[in-house]
């Protein structure tokens, strides 16, 4: 037995074989692959003697398989048709339609408008498996450094050391009070009017940069926020002012969860960044095709 006789084998080879394995008859094998008959009958030829056995039976009438060519028709066959999907996975893959795709985000921006841009991703490329998780903007931030998340959503105003920017929106800010608060029939209220008040925070430990810049919001209207509570979870955080425990700013993502418990009063002009990042590393092809749902729909 030769075992050195697949060496130097090529695709070609096998898609010339099965082809005049098919016709049996060299001339329309020929015309059928677009080619002349010599340089047909020279690479079965080839294969032929790399293979060290006939796989044609020619004669002036008719060509047939011989027992080497019958036995590796369907193995031919099977070949070919593995490389075809093989290929047509890659293109896919490149194309961004099949693979893995994890996103990070910060509770209160499922809230908003991402779920639009999940159910325009899952119906135009279903064949990606796309997983969620929420966790707060500081882990959001080491997932995406170490590779455990391919693209995350973050509540700053630039992207941290070791991250990259790829698009950015912002969101407006609300005030939220409790029904029974003096304030409650109020049109509008402004954050100075809530000078004296306590307030119900998020700790700042999970997502410094949008911490600060909505205590900035109160600082710019004149005073430092008196925070009586923290919670880690927005749900928390409304269900503590409708307790009356205090009042808090938020985004306006979050400001839809609580319109039923506590009153809420959009704050003019003020605006909150969300940015979508990933790590240093390249996007593939199945986060830049979710990165241009985002383009279009945040």
């Known amino acids: 037995m ?5 060496l130097g084998v090529e695709l070609t080879h096998l898609r010339y074989f099965v082809t005049v394995a098919e016709e049996l008859h060299f001339g329309r094998a020929a015309e059928k692959l677009a080619i002349s008959q010599p340089p047909l009958t020279q690479q079965i030829q080839r294969l032929e003697q790399r293979i060290g056995y006939a796989l044609f039976a020619r004669s002036t009438r008719r ?17 070919l048709d593995q490389v075809e999907r093989a290929l047509a996975a890659a293109q896919a893959a490149g194309r961004g339609e099949t693979g893995n795709l994890v996103i990070a985000t910060p509770p209160s921006v499922m809230l908003g408008a991402l779920p639009r ?15 969620l998780r929420e966790m707060s903007t500081a ?16 509540r700053c105003e630039s ?6 920017e790829l698009h950015r929106y912002r969101e407006g800010v609300a005030v939220i009070l409790p029904r029974q608060h003096r304030l409650a029939a109020s049109r509008r209220v402004r954050l100075a009017a809530l000078h004296k008040d ?7 430990r999970l997502g410094s940069s949008f911490y600060d810049e909505l205590m900035a919001c109160c600082r710019q209207a004149g005073f430092e926020p008196r925070i009586v509570q923290e919670a880690t979870q927005w749900p928390t955080v409304v269900a503590l002012v409708e307790a009356g425990m205090g009042v808090t700013i938020a985004p306006a ?13 959009m704050l003019p002009g003020v ?27 945040l």
């Open 2 to 6: 030769n075992r050195d006789a697949g």
């Open 63 to 79: 060509t047939q398989l011989t027992d080497a060519g019958a036995a590796l028709l369907p193995l031919a066959r099977a070949a």
């Open 117 to 131: 841009v999940i159910r325009w991703f899952r119906k135009a490329l279903p064949q990606v498996e796309l997983s």
């Open 139 to 154: 882990a959001i931030g080491d997932a995406l450094r170490e590779g455990t998340a391919d693209i995350g959503f973050l």
């Open 159 to 164: 992207a941290p050391d070791g991250l990259r």
């Open 198 to 204: 306590p307030f119900v925070f998020f700790p700042r």
């Open 253 to 265: 993502s979050v400001a839809r969860l609580a319109a039923r418990k506590c009153v809420i009063s």
């Open 271 to 297: 605006t909150t960044t969300v940015l979508v990042a990933s790590g240093l590393q390249d996007l593939h092809g199945a986060g830049r095709r979710f990165l241009d749902g985002c383009a279009g729909r």
